[in-house]
Each structure stands twice: as C-alpha cells, then as structure tokens.
C-alpha cells in the first residue's frame, strides 16, 4: 500500500534541477485533506506537472541546441514536462471515475529520459 496523492505533492526528475509540484483539477471526485487527490491520468504538463527548473538531459531538443551552440559544453536548456503515458501505478486497487489512483510510489516516464517520481505526498494519513 502506498499513500495517496493530493494537490501540492511534490515530485523530483532526476534530469532537474528543481523539484515540482502537482496540482489536481476535482475530476475524479476524491477529495483528501490537502484537496483534490490524483488519478494516473493527471499527466498535462504545466497543469498538473510543474517544470522541474532546468533539464540536464541531451535528449531535451532544447539542451542539445543549447549545448551544441556552446561547442559542446552541457548548458542545461528550460524544463518543459513531456510524459511518456500515464503515470504507472505500483498497486491499482483504488479506482476513481477517470482511472486508478495515484499513490505515492507511482512513477511517470518523461519523454526525454527522466523518471518523475514523487518525494511528498502532500498528505500522510489515506492509505490506497
């Protein structure tokens, strides 16, 4: 079991340079004591997934122009979120109107390489 996923969990890529946060419209219904509680399809970046700072990898399009423009020293270019799928749950056992719900040790695939991961959950006492 995992614990559940509300509005302002904080979440950490590991090609970042900051961690996020995420924020969860009241589509699924599911209310925990910090808000609106996350289902696996909560995935639009800038909306649900905030930007991580800076991104480190190369295969960010915008990291490789910038450091081949820098002859070939790494410059870190803007972090755009841009998953891969939905967020993969560990134990789906709870499910809500749109999909199974997020717990804590959910992870998403980004497009560029990393692997979001949650560090706060944003609340410590609903077990899903």
Known sequence: MGLGVCCGAMTMCPF???????????????MGKAGPMGTCMDTVPFLNIAPFGVCMSIANPTTAAM??????????????????????????????????????DSILMCAYGGVIKINVPAQFTVMI
Do not use: D, E, R
């Open 16 to 30: 970042g340079a900051a961690p996020g946060a995420l924020t969860f419209l009241p589509v699924s219904m599911v």
């Open 67 to 104: 450091t081949a423009a820098a002859l070939g020293v790494l410059t870190p270019g803007p972090c755009i979120p841009t998953p891969a799928g939905i967020w993969i749950p560990t134990k789906p056992t709870v499910m809500a109107k749109p999909g199974p719900m997020m717990t804590s």
